[in-house]
Structures are given as structure tokens and as C-alpha cells.
């Protein structure tokens, strides 16, 4: 399967199982659909790692998750960045207030 240039996951389709990719225009509201998507994969990645840190792993078993952490950490700050950079304007864009959103829950 090719990897579209520039798309961005956003979830699953309910009935197919296929994967959702979409073309977001920056700042967009589907940016920030995408953005929200990002976060939450983070947070549960994060729930997870954290669940199986607790449990002791064995050396091979915590270092089958640095990829995902690698890449869940790389898109991470991919969505921070763009929020830093919209702090110069005016009000805050709805990818920041997503972004805030997202961060209460995950404490």
C-alpha cells in the first residue's frame, strides 16, 4: 500500500476497518480534526506504556514500544509545534484550544 504525501491519519472506518487519511489545509478545521486524532493516540499510547512500566517489563518487552513511542512522540510535537507557532496571532485557533482540551484529560 503507497503512503499519500502529506496525509494525515485521522481513525478507522466503523464498517470497512480501513485506515482514514485526509488532506488538511493548515489551519484548517480539518487540520485540526487530524491534530485531535494525533493527541489522542498520544494519550493512550501513553496509558499503555505507562500500564506496562508499572508491571515490570523485561528488557524486550519495554523496548517493543519505542517505535510506537518514537513516532507517536514525532507527531507530537509536529501538533505542538504548529500551536506554538499560532500563538502570535490574535486568538487562539481551535487546534489550540484541542490541543488544552486534550491535555486536561490525559492528567
Given at each position: 500500500m503507497s503512503e499519500i504525501t502529506g496525509a494525515r491519519y485521522v481513525?478507522?472506518?466503523?464498517?470497512t476497518g480501513r485506515g482514514i487519511y485526509i488532506q488538511a489545509e493548515p489551519g484548517g478545521a480539518l487540520e485540526a480534526?487530524?491534530?485531535?486524532a494525533?493527541?489522542?493516540?498520544?494519550a493512550a499510547l501513553n496509558a499503555i506504556v505507562s500500564a506496562v512500566i508499572e508491571s515490570n517489563p523485561?528488557?524486550?518487552e519495554a523496548a517493543a514500544f519505542?517505535?510506537?513511542?518514537?513516532?507517536?512522540?514525532?507527531?507530537t510535537?509536529?501538533?505542538a509545534a504548529r500551536a506554538v507557532d499560532r500563538l502570535d496571532e490574535p486568538a487562539y485557533g481551535?487546534?489550540?484550544r484541542t490541543l488544552g482540551d486534550v491535555l486536561r484529560v490525559s492528567r
Open positions: 481513525g478507522r472506518d466503523p464498517v480534526v487530524a491534530d485531535t494525533t493527541l489522542k493516540a498520544a523485561t528488557d524486550a519505542l517505535p510506537a513511542i518514537s513516532e507517536a512522540l514525532g507527531d510535537l509536529e501538533v481551535s487546534a489550540a
